[in-house]
């Protein structure tokens, strides 16, 4: 297997502006977006920061494409594998195609029938397992020895996490300070990268992660001070569906983050709705956990200037019209 790069080291802010200007050419400058029915629910400005509108549809593309771009000659040649549930096997998929580089992307037999259409259509070779049963750390670890590939994990690599980094760049460049930040949370590459460009650009803005109720590893992990892993969380929140934080990750996340909130999937739903009905947008279960979280917690965010980072808008139509029929 080839090595996965030579970062060794937690990213840093300037990590961060690096990756902004080596993405430039290829990512979205997504639109931050204001709701003034949300605003008069909460009693606080919200500025929705909407990764639902990158391309494949999701952050997880910043990431992907910071860390193949850093690609050497040998490791263009033998191509990418990671693992995920779609996102980020997406925007790897399309990173690759972009750069003419092979990629292999091991996903669950239950991810979404979209993401796994959309992985392939970008020319990726898709190769299918069971999250219940079967570990894909193992199996991606695997496949990479056997065909010398370089491994990109979903998050935890400081080359993902500096790339995701840059959706709240983008946020605060345009915004200015914030009081309160709300990004979605499954393994930690998005919330590291938040909170590397908000301690820097809005020192006193207060960084929440969000997790659903049934995975609060992470929650769990930044309370006790070290990294919990539970069994695999049934959520609507495909995309939060992991089982603990990474290295890089959880140390970028204990040092900057204020706290971890979660919300239920019955929340995700009505947020759902709340995003079709009102803003005209098609939003992923997961890209709603920041939105959830701000609701629950209204009474503390009164008057208050408040981010809210929305994931990814990528859900199967059928899947959509039963959540916002239901």
Request: a neutral charge; charged letters at 20%.
């Amino acid at each position: 297997m080839i090595p996965l790069s030579s970062a060794t080291e937690s990213p840093t802010f300037a990590d961060v502006l690096l990756a902004a200007e080596r993405i430039k050419p290829w990512a979205h400058r997504t639109p931050v977006l204001r709701s003034r029915t949300v605003d008069a629910e909460i009693g606080a400005q919200l500025f929705f920061k909407c990764e639902n509108f990158q391309r494949m549809g999701a952050f997880k593309f910043r990431g992907a494409m910071n860390a193949l771009s850093q690609f050497n000659e040998t490791q263009r040649k033998h191509g990418v594998i990671t693992y995920s549930s779609g996102n980020h096997a997406q925007g790897t998929a399309l990173a690759a195609q972009l750069l003419g580089i092979p990629a292999v992307i091991v996903m669950p037999l239950d991810a979404p029938a979209a993401k796994v259409a959309a992985t392939r259509g970008y020319g990726a070779e898709v190769v299918t397992y069971d999250r219940y049963t079967e570990d894909r750390e193992e199996i991606g670890a695997r496949l990479a020895a056997e065909r010398q590939m370089t491994l990109i994990p979903p998050y935890d690599h400081p080359h993902v996490m500096a790339g995701q980094g840059t959706a709240t760049l983008e946020l605060l460049q345009e915004t200015g300070p914030l009081d309160a930040l709300f990004v979605c949370l499954g393994g930690g590459g998005l919330l590291s990268g938040a909170a590397l460009a908000a301690r820097a650009l809005s020192p006193a803005c207060k960084v929440y992660g969000v997790e659903p109720e049934a995975g609060n590893d992470g929650q769990q992990s930044l309370r006790s001070g070290e990294i919990v892993s539970i069994a695999t969380p049934k959520t609507i929140a495909d995309g939060a569906q992991t089982q603990h934080l990474g290295h890089y990750t959880f140390d970028v996340i204990r040092r900057n983050v204020d706290d971890i909130h979660t919300v239920s999937d019955a929340e995700l739903i009505a947020c759902m709705r709340f995003f079709a009905e009102r803003m005209k947008m098609v939003v992923e279960p997961t890209g709603c956990l920041g939105i959830a979280a701000a609701r629950k917690f209204k009474d503390q965010l009164k008057g208050k200037r408040v981010g809210v980072i929305i994931s990814g808008g990528n859900v199967d139509l059928g899947k959509l019209a039963g959540f916002l029929a239901g």
